[in-house]
């Protein structure tokens, strides 16, 4: 265990972003667990509210992020202050993405449908966090062999190629994809050969004239999301807590 962890965590410098991803996890969870008390009315905490302003936590976010993102780039990959400054990035980092939904609306959604946008980021950011830990990195190239040294410009054209398969399923409107496939070629490819969304810019350009296409693409957004609705919801109420519901208005009434 102790060889493993030498040789694939401490000897490439990866101990600084798994302790900046462990404190982004552990700060997320205890941030929604003491959002979910606060809703709730149980417990000892409250909103902070001086002067009658919500002070949201994404502001002490904001500050350790760019005290931990400055500190980590000035500290290295090795060393004790840079597990400090990682550790203070990703508490940082998990208090902003959990209000991700409130930056992007410039307003107070957090417990609405539009929050829940915040959870799926805070998901996909810590799968491509583990995704470059398990050795997933686009960037390493570096540590080739000699004999591996003589293909590099192939191993360029690939990374090349597969960036061009990023963008398809970027413009596709398949965004989840398009971010795994930049870690993971064989997802950008799946993600741009398959059909677009209907309401992606690849949609409106490429199937404007071709009815069939169009309809195909509609049919197998409805299923997906038919599919993939009900099991999404519940695991994001799981992890972030369910949205408050908008009462119906009164029989007859508009």
């Known amino acids: 265990m102790g060889h493993w962890w030498h040789e694939n965590?401490?000897?490439?410098?990866?101990?600084?972003?798994?302790?900046?991803?462990?404190?982004?996890?552990?700060?997320?969870?205890i941030t929604r667990t003491i959002t979910r008390m606060i809703r709730a009315g149980k417990g000892p905490f409250r909103n902070i509210t001086p002067g009658g302003v919500?002070?949201?936590?994404?502001?002490?976010?904001v500050v350790l992020s760019v005290v931990g993102g400055f500190?980590?780039?000035?500290?290295?990959?090795?060393?004790?202050?840079?597990?400090?400054f990682a550790v203070i990035f990703g508490v940082g980092?998990?208090?902003?993405?959990?209000?991700?939904?409130?930056?992007?609306?410039?307003?107070?959604v957090y417990w609405t449908e539009e929050?829940?946008?915040?959870?799926?980021?805070?998901?996909?950011?810590?799968?491509?966090?583990?995704?470059?830990?398990?050795?997933?990195?686009p960037l390493g190239v570096d540590d080739v062999t000699d004999e591996e040294q003589q293909g590099r410009l192939g191993l360029?054209?690939?990374?090349?190629?597969?960036?061009?398969?990023?963008?398809?399923?970027?413009?596709?409107?398949?965004?989840?994809?398009?971010?795994?496939?930049?870690?993971?070629p064989f997802v950008a490819l799946v993600g741009a050969i398959r059909l677009a969304r209907p309401t992606s810019f690849w949609?409106?350009?490429?199937?404007?004239?071709?009815?069939?296409?169009?309809?195909?693409?509609?049919?197998?957004?409805y299923h997906h999301d038919v599919r993939w609705a009900g099991p999404r919801r519940k695991f994001q109420d799981l992890i972030g807590g369910a949205p408050d519901r908008v009462p119906l208005p009164p029989a007859g009434k508009s």
């Open 9 to 29: 965590i401490a000897e490439p410098g990866k101990l600084p972003l798994l302790l900046a991803l462990a404190a982004f996890v552990l700060t997320f969870a």
């Open 54 to 61: 919500h002070i949201h936590h994404v502001v002490p976010g």
């Open 71 to 84: 500190g980590a780039v000035a500290s290295g990959r090795h060393g004790v202050a840079a597990g400090v």
């Open 93 to 108: 980092a998990g208090l902003v993405l959990d209000e991700f939904a409130l930056i992007l609306h410039l307003d107070d």
């Open 115 to 137: 929050g829940r946008q915040s959870v799926e980021v805070v998901v996909l950011t810590a799968s491509l966090v583990l995704l470059v830990l398990a050795g997933f990195s």
């Open 156 to 184: 360029i054209a690939t990374y090349v190629v597969n960036f061009c398969f990023v963008l398809i399923s970027l413009f596709k409107g398949k965004l989840r994809m398009a971010v795994l496939g930049t870690l993971v």
């Open 203 to 221: 949609a409106r350009r490429f199937y404007r004239h071709r009815h069939r296409a169009r309809s195909r693409a509609m049919l197998r957004a």
